[in-house]
């Protein structure tokens, strides 16, 4: 279902964020694959710590929305316009 769909409130929005939040944590430790387009992000969208990327869950978290994204099922065709 796209979010458009339905009218989201505030609370229905505060609980899908604390379900998404970790969901490139989820992903990385399931040892799900990257694709290309997510890991050339990772110079972008990493912090360095000590001199190394750190934090690479994000990756997996652009992934997942890229995924999704692709399908239709959260993103409507008007929202990826302005992304």
Not at 4 to 33: S, T, V, W, Y
Not at 52 to 78: D, M, P, Q
Request: charged content about 35%; aromatic content about 10%.
């Amino acid at each position: 279902m796209k979010l458009r769909d339905k009218k989201m409130n505030k609370r229905d929005a505060i609980i899908l964020g604390a379900l998404l939040h970790d969901i490139g944590k989820f992903m990385q430790r399931a040892e799900i694959p990257l694709g290309q387009q997510s890991k050339n992000m990772e110079s972008s969208i990493c912090p360095v710590y000590k001199g190394i990327y750190s934090r690479k869950h994000v990756l997996w978290t652009n992934e997942f929305f890229e995924e999704e994204a692709n399908k239709g099922s959260y993103v409507c065709e008007e929202d990826r316009e302005n992304y």
